[in-house]
T-cell receptor, first 116, second 113 residues
Framework: AQKVTQAQTEISVVEKEDVTLDCVYETRDTTYYLFWYKQPPSGELVFLIRRNSFDEQNEISGRYSWNFQKSTSSFNFTITASQVVDSAVYFCALSSANQAGTALIFGKGTTLSVSS | ETGVTQTPRHLVMGMTNKKSLKCEQHLGHNAMYWYKQSAKKPLELMFVYNFKEQTENNSVPSRFSPECPNSSHLFLHLHTLQPEDSALYLC????????????FGQGTRLTVV
């Protein structure tokens, strides 16, 4: 079965703090893809990153970085020097080559609140 | 013009009403999706269309009826809904491959009274 777990329901930080959002996934497939999305108050999910199961290199994009570890089935997301505009719900998602329809399976999301 | 457009943004309907949600994508994608987002729950996949053909129905009650007349348009027809169907309904599109990200609309906030 495919499953994504985001154990942190809500996180509150003060501006300029670093924050890590956890994501743990379950799949029996050897080929799969992991994603992170951001959902601001406007409601639209915004794509942040895609990572395939064969590429364990960590990635950095500005203040965002992602740590993919197959050994622990985790794909964690870190925001460095957080800003108020980072306040949103963040979703981790999974898709795999054997999953019918190739649609994304999402975790429950982590609500991040950044105060000034 | 955004890539995926949903209308209406907000909808209030009675349990005996019939209404439709509309989604349009301007990205040239081949796959379109309906997701339901309820409070405290993960995004639930409802329906998947690839090249206008429905490829997945996640045990959705028949009071929800999707329609995909072409690759750019997707509808969700609603009738005799229940209050627990109140949620944010999100439409998405993608190229269709397992490795492609989905692009989402802003959703329709549905309230059933």
């Amino acid at each position: 079965a495919q499953k994504v777990t985001q154990a942190q329901t809500e996180i509150s930080v003060v501006e300029k703090e670093d924050v890590t959002l956890d994501c743990v996934y379950e799949t029996r497939d050897t080929t799969y893809y992991l994603f992170w999305y951001k959902q601001p108050p406007s409601g639209e999910l915004v794509f942040l990153i895609r990572r395939n199961s064969f590429d364990e290199q960590n990635e950095i994009s500005g203040r965002y970085s992602w740590n993919f570890q197959k050994s622990t089935s985790s794909f964690n997301f870190t925001i460095t020097a957080s800003q108020v505009v980072d306040s949103a719900v963040y979703f981790c998602a999974l898709s795999s080559a054997n999953q019918a329809g190739t649609a994304l399976i999402f975790g429950k999301g982590t609500t991040l609140s950044v105060s000034s | 013009e955004t890539g995926v457009t949903q209308t209406p943004r907000h909808l209030v309907m009675g349990m005996t009403n019939k209404k439709s949600l509309k989604c349009e994508q301007h990205l040239g994608h081949n796959a379109m999706y309906w997701y339901k987002q309820s409070a405290k729950k993960p995004l639930e996949l409802m329906f998947v269309y690839n090249f206008k053909e429905q490829t997945e129905n996640n045990s959705v009650p028949s009071r929800f009826s999707p329609e995909c007349p072409n690759s750019s348009h997707l509808f969700l027809h609603l009738h005799t809904l229940q209050p627990e169907d109140s949620a944010l309904y999100l439409c998405a599109s993608s190229q269709g491959g397992v490795n492609t990200e989905a692009f989402f609309g802003q959703g329709t906030r549905l309230t059933v009274v």
